[in-house]
C-alpha cells in the first residue's frame, strides 16, 4: 500500500463542519498518482473517475485537476483526461473553442522528458519524433500490452527488441521498464530511418507494421 494512502486516510477540506468530514478535492487524483508510483497505474483510471465524480458540481476544483495533470509524472493520466473524460470537465470553460484551446495545453506532455532526449541525441533523434511517436504508440502507458504482443511505452515486440538489442549491443532488459522500453524503442527507430533513407513516413510505417510493409 502506497504510503500516501497510510497517512490522513481521508483528508478533509478546509472549513469542513459537522458530521464527517469530505474528502480533500484531490483525495483521490492523489491516490491516482501513488498507484502508478507503485507499479499499479493500470489501476489509476478508477481514481481518476472517481476524483472527477467528486468533484462534478466543484467547477474550481474540475480546473484543479486539470492543472494538476500539466505536473503530474503519471503521463497518462492527462492523456486519459482528454480523450475518455473530456466530457466530464469541458463544460466548466466559457466556450467550446476555450475549452478546446485549454485541452491542447495538456493532453501533449513531453513524457520522460530526460530519457527521450538522452536517447534521442544518442540515435541522432529528433526527441519530439520520439515522444509522439510513444503518445501514439502506449498513450503513455508503460504497462500496456497489445494484442500482437507489443509491449510498453514505444510498443516493442520481444522478438524485434531481442534482434535490436543485440544489433546495437544493448542489454535486452525488461520492456515495462520506461527507460528500457524508449531505449531499445528509439534504436528500432532510428535503424527504420536509415533504412529508408530519412524517410519518416516509410519508418513509421515500418515500426507499426513491420520493415516489410512500406515497400509494399
Given at each position: 500500500v502506497p504510503n500516501e494512502w497510510k497517512k490522513n486516510a481521508t483528508p478533509s477540506l478546509q472549513g469542513a463542519s459537522g458530521g464527517?468530514?469530505?474528502?480533500?478535492?484531490?483525495?483521490?487524483?492523489?491516490?491516482?498518482?501513488?498507484?502508478?508510483?507503485?507499479?499499479?497505474?493500470?489501476?489509476?483510471n478508477q481514481e481518476l473517475a472517481a476524483a472527477l465524480d467528486q468533484n462534478a458540481n466543484q467547477p474550481a476544483n474540475l480546473f484543479k485537476i486539470l492543472e494538476a495533470s500539466k505536473k503530474t509524472e503519471a503521463y497518462f493520466l492527462p492523456v486519459w483526461l482528454a480523450q475518455r473524460y473530456w466530457d466530464k470537465v469541458k463544460d466548466i470553460f466559457a466556450t467550446t473553442a476555450e475549452a478546446e484551446d485549454y485541452r491542447n495545453t495538456f493532453q501533449f506532455p513531453f513524457a520522460?522528458?530526460?530519457?527521450?532526449?538522452?536517447?534521442?541525441?544518442?540515435?541522432?533523434l529528433s526527441p519530439y519524433f520520439v515522444v509522439g511517436l510513444m503518445r501514439q504508440e502506449s498513450a503513455f502507458q508503460p504497462w500496456i500490452v497489445s494484442s500482437?504482443?507489443?509491449q510498453g511505452l514505444m510498443q516493442m515486440l520481444p522478438?524485434?527488441?531481442?534482434?535490436?538489442?543485440k544489433a546495437a549491443g544493448i542489454p535486452m532488459g525488461d520492456l515495462f521498464d520506461p527507460e528500457k522500453n524508449i531505449e531499445l524503442g528509439s534504436a528500432e527507430l532510428a535503424f527504420l530511418l536509415n533504412r529508408f533513407g530519412g524517410n519518416w513516413v516509410d519508418a513509421i510505417a515500418g515500426y507499426n507494421a513491420g520493415p516489410g510493409r512500406p515497400p509494399q
Open positions: 464527517e468530514k469530505e474528502a480533500a478535492w484531490n483525495y483521490h487524483w492523489l491516490k491516482a498518482e501513488a498507484l502508478y508510483r507503485a507499479d499499479m497505474g493500470k489501476y489509476s520522460y522528458r530526460s530519457e527521450v532526449t538522452r536517447r534521442a541525441k544518442e540515435f541522432s500482437a504482443n507489443a522478438a524485434t527488441a531481442r534482434g535490436r538489442a
